[in-house]
Protein backbone atom coordinates (compact mmCIF):
# COMPACT_ATOMS: atom_id res chain seq x y z
CA UNK A 1 0.00 0.00 0.00
CA UNK A 2 2.63 2.55 0.81
CA UNK A 3 4.52 2.21 -2.66
CA UNK A 4 1.38 2.80 -4.42
CA UNK A 5 0.12 6.06 -2.49
CA UNK A 6 3.93 7.29 -2.98
CA UNK A 7 3.27 6.56 -6.92
CA UNK A 8 -0.02 7.87 -7.09
CA UNK A 9 1.18 11.47 -6.99
CA UNK A 10 3.80 11.23 -9.54
CA UNK A 11 1.28 9.95 -12.06
CA UNK A 12 -1.07 12.76 -11.36
CA UNK A 13 1.94 15.72 -12.22
CA UNK A 14 2.55 13.67 -14.76
CA UNK A 15 -1.33 14.00 -16.45
CA UNK A 16 -1.20 17.28 -15.03
CA UNK A 17 2.13 18.26 -17.35
CA UNK A 18 1.04 16.34 -20.66
CA UNK A 19 -2.73 17.74 -20.39
CA UNK A 20 -0.49 21.24 -20.22
CA UNK A 21 1.73 21.10 -23.04
CA UNK A 22 -1.08 19.17 -25.24
CA UNK A 23 -3.39 22.14 -23.96
CA UNK A 24 -0.94 24.95 -25.36
CA UNK A 25 0.35 22.94 -28.31
CA UNK A 26 -3.39 22.87 -29.60
CA UNK A 27 -4.13 26.65 -28.45
CA UNK A 28 -0.78 27.54 -30.62
CA UNK A 29 -1.40 25.52 -33.56
CA UNK A 30 -5.02 26.66 -33.93
CA UNK A 31 -4.06 30.37 -33.37
CA UNK A 32 -0.98 30.13 -36.02
CA UNK A 33 -3.70 28.41 -38.47
CA UNK A 34 -6.15 30.82 -38.09
CA UNK A 35 -3.65 33.80 -38.29
CA UNK A 36 -2.23 32.66 -41.27
CA UNK A 37 -4.98 31.88 -43.39
CA UNK A 38 -6.42 35.36 -42.64
CA UNK A 39 -2.96 36.80 -43.27
CA UNK A 40 -2.00 34.58 -46.37
CA UNK A 41 -1.40 35.77 -50.57
CA UNK A 42 -1.56 32.74 -52.29
CA UNK A 43 0.38 30.02 -50.40
CA UNK A 44 -2.05 29.09 -47.78
CA UNK A 45 -1.99 25.34 -48.26
CA UNK A 46 2.20 24.89 -48.03
CA UNK A 47 1.40 27.06 -44.65
CA UNK A 48 -1.17 25.50 -43.81
CA UNK A 49 0.61 21.90 -44.11
CA UNK A 50 4.06 23.23 -42.01
CA UNK A 51 1.47 24.80 -39.39
CA UNK A 52 0.01 21.43 -38.76
CA UNK A 53 3.09 19.71 -39.15
CA UNK A 54 4.81 21.31 -36.66
CA UNK A 55 1.91 21.35 -34.06
CA UNK A 56 1.43 17.16 -34.92
CA UNK A 57 5.33 17.03 -33.98
CA UNK A 58 4.17 17.96 -30.38
CA UNK A 59 0.76 17.21 -29.93
CA UNK A 60 0.91 13.48 -31.03
CA UNK A 61 3.79 12.50 -28.56
CA UNK A 62 1.60 14.43 -26.04
CA UNK A 63 -1.28 11.92 -26.43
CA UNK A 64 -0.06 8.69 -27.64
CA UNK A 65 2.97 8.56 -24.54
CA UNK A 66 0.55 8.60 -22.21
CA UNK A 67 -2.48 6.96 -23.92
CA UNK A 68 0.09 3.50 -24.05
CA UNK A 69 1.14 4.17 -20.43
CA UNK A 70 -2.70 4.57 -19.54
CA UNK A 71 -5.60 3.97 -21.85
CA UNK A 72 -8.03 6.41 -19.24
CA UNK A 73 -5.20 9.16 -19.29
CA UNK A 74 -5.16 9.18 -23.31
CA UNK A 75 -8.74 9.39 -23.17
CA UNK A 76 -8.19 12.07 -20.38
CA UNK A 77 -5.75 13.86 -22.58
CA UNK A 78 -7.82 13.55 -25.91
CA UNK A 79 -10.99 15.68 -24.07
CA UNK A 80 -8.32 18.13 -23.19
CA UNK A 81 -6.88 18.36 -26.62
CA UNK A 82 -10.91 18.94 -27.87
CA UNK A 83 -11.74 21.59 -25.56
CA UNK A 84 -8.60 23.62 -25.96
CA UNK A 85 -9.08 23.36 -29.51
CA UNK A 86 -12.88 24.66 -29.51
CA UNK A 87 -11.38 27.48 -26.68
CA UNK A 88 -8.95 28.53 -28.67
CA UNK A 89 -11.02 28.47 -32.39
CA UNK A 90 -13.73 30.56 -30.45
CA UNK A 91 -11.13 32.66 -28.43
CA UNK A 92 -9.17 33.02 -31.47
CA UNK A 93 -10.65 36.44 -33.59
CA UNK A 94 -10.71 38.47 -30.93
CA UNK A 95 -6.92 37.19 -29.77
CA UNK A 96 -5.74 38.04 -33.65
CA UNK A 97 -7.65 41.22 -33.70
CA UNK A 98 -5.82 42.10 -30.31
CA UNK A 99 -2.36 41.40 -31.77
CA UNK A 100 -3.21 43.35 -35.26
CA UNK A 101 -4.05 45.72 -33.45
CA UNK A 102 -0.53 46.04 -31.48
CA UNK A 103 1.20 45.25 -34.84
CA UNK A 104 -0.55 47.92 -36.72
CA UNK A 105 0.06 50.99 -33.78
CA UNK A 106 3.92 49.36 -33.66
CA UNK A 107 3.80 49.79 -37.40
CA UNK A 108 1.87 52.70 -37.89
CA UNK A 109 2.64 55.05 -34.48
CA UNK A 110 5.44 56.75 -35.95
CA UNK A 111 3.42 58.06 -39.40
CA UNK A 112 0.34 58.41 -37.12
CA UNK A 113 2.83 60.77 -35.02
CA UNK A 114 4.17 62.60 -37.73
CA UNK A 115 0.81 63.13 -39.04
CA UNK A 116 -0.36 64.48 -35.87
CA UNK A 117 2.32 67.57 -36.11
CA UNK A 118 1.19 68.01 -39.21
CA UNK A 119 -2.45 68.28 -38.50
CA UNK A 120 -1.63 70.79 -35.95
CA UNK A 121 0.32 73.19 -38.02
CA UNK A 122 -2.64 72.68 -40.91
CA UNK A 123 -5.25 73.36 -37.87
CA UNK A 124 -3.18 76.33 -36.50
CA UNK A 125 -2.70 77.69 -40.45
CA UNK A 126 -6.40 77.73 -40.83
CA UNK A 127 -7.45 79.31 -37.55
CA UNK A 128 -5.00 82.70 -38.45
CA UNK A 129 -8.44 83.39 -40.47
CA UNK A 130 -10.85 83.42 -37.67
CA UNK A 131 -8.63 84.71 -35.18
CA UNK A 132 -6.54 87.42 -36.64
CA UNK A 133 -8.57 90.52 -38.05
CA UNK A 134 -6.77 91.06 -40.68
CA UNK A 135 -6.74 87.66 -42.42
CA UNK A 136 -10.69 87.28 -41.49
CA UNK A 137 -11.65 90.96 -42.91
CA UNK A 138 -9.72 89.98 -46.16
CA UNK A 139 -10.48 86.39 -46.32
CA UNK A 140 -14.15 86.15 -45.30
CA UNK A 141 -14.91 82.89 -47.34
CA UNK A 142 -12.41 80.87 -45.47
CA UNK A 143 -15.02 81.52 -42.09
CA UNK A 144 -17.77 80.89 -44.56
CA UNK A 145 -18.98 76.87 -44.58
CA UNK A 146 -21.54 77.83 -47.52
CA UNK A 147 -18.79 77.90 -49.45
CA UNK A 148 -18.37 74.45 -51.12
CA UNK A 149 -13.97 74.50 -50.61
CA UNK A 150 -14.37 75.39 -47.04
CA UNK A 151 -17.22 73.06 -46.42
CA UNK A 152 -15.01 70.50 -47.83
CA UNK A 153 -12.03 71.72 -45.51
CA UNK A 154 -14.02 71.24 -42.19
CA UNK A 155 -15.47 67.70 -43.75
CA UNK A 156 -12.01 66.54 -43.74
CA UNK A 157 -11.41 68.75 -40.91
CA UNK A 158 -13.86 66.09 -39.10
CA UNK A 159 -12.53 63.23 -40.64
CA UNK A 160 -9.36 63.63 -39.41
CA UNK A 161 -9.86 64.57 -35.82
CA UNK A 162 -11.86 60.93 -35.71
CA UNK A 163 -8.74 59.02 -36.82
CA UNK A 164 -6.66 60.86 -35.04
CA UNK A 165 -8.76 59.87 -31.97
CA UNK A 166 -8.97 56.03 -32.89
CA UNK A 167 -4.97 56.43 -33.72
CA UNK A 168 -6.59 54.50 -37.37
CA UNK A 169 -3.94 53.74 -40.03
CA UNK A 170 -5.83 56.11 -42.41
CA UNK A 171 -4.62 59.04 -40.20
CA UNK A 172 -2.03 59.83 -42.26
CA UNK A 173 -3.93 59.71 -45.40
CA UNK A 174 -7.08 61.65 -43.89
CA UNK A 175 -4.45 64.46 -42.91
CA UNK A 176 -2.65 64.60 -46.41
CA UNK A 177 -6.34 65.22 -47.56
CA UNK A 178 -6.88 67.75 -44.87
CA UNK A 179 -4.16 70.00 -46.16
CA UNK A 180 -4.90 69.76 -49.83
CA UNK A 181 -8.19 70.70 -48.63
CA UNK A 182 -6.95 73.74 -46.98
CA UNK A 183 -4.78 74.40 -50.37
CA UNK A 184 -7.83 74.64 -52.75
CA UNK A 185 -9.69 76.71 -49.96
CA UNK A 186 -7.40 79.11 -50.04
CA UNK A 187 -7.09 79.41 -53.55
CA UNK A 188 -10.75 79.13 -53.88
CA UNK A 189 -10.60 82.45 -51.65
CA UNK A 190 -7.83 84.28 -53.50
CA UNK A 191 -5.21 84.07 -50.48
CA UNK A 192 -1.45 84.75 -52.18
CA UNK A 193 1.17 82.61 -51.99
CA UNK A 194 2.67 84.99 -49.14
CA UNK A 195 0.46 85.04 -47.18
CA UNK A 196 -0.16 81.13 -47.35
CA UNK A 197 4.15 81.05 -47.16
CA UNK A 198 3.43 83.03 -43.62
CA UNK A 199 1.17 80.68 -42.37
CA UNK A 200 3.25 77.73 -42.64
CA UNK A 201 6.13 79.49 -40.98
CA UNK A 202 4.33 80.37 -38.21
Known amino acids: ?19 AVLAVAVA ?3 FIVRHHLRTSDGDSSDLLFWDLFGGA ?3 APALLIPAVASPPAGLALAAVAGVSGIAAYRGSPAVLSWYETRRRRRVDGPLCRAAA ?5 IVGRWARYEL ?5 ISYPDLADVRRPETADFVKALREAET ?7 GYPHAVARLGQALDRAETAAGV ?4 R ?3 QNA
Open 28 to 30: CTV
Open 197 to 199: RAG
Open 132 to 136: DPALA
Open 117 to 121: VVHEE
Open 163 to 169: LKTAWDP
Open 57 to 59: VVI
Open 1 to 19: MPAVSEAAPLGLLQLVLWS
Open 192 to 195: PAGV
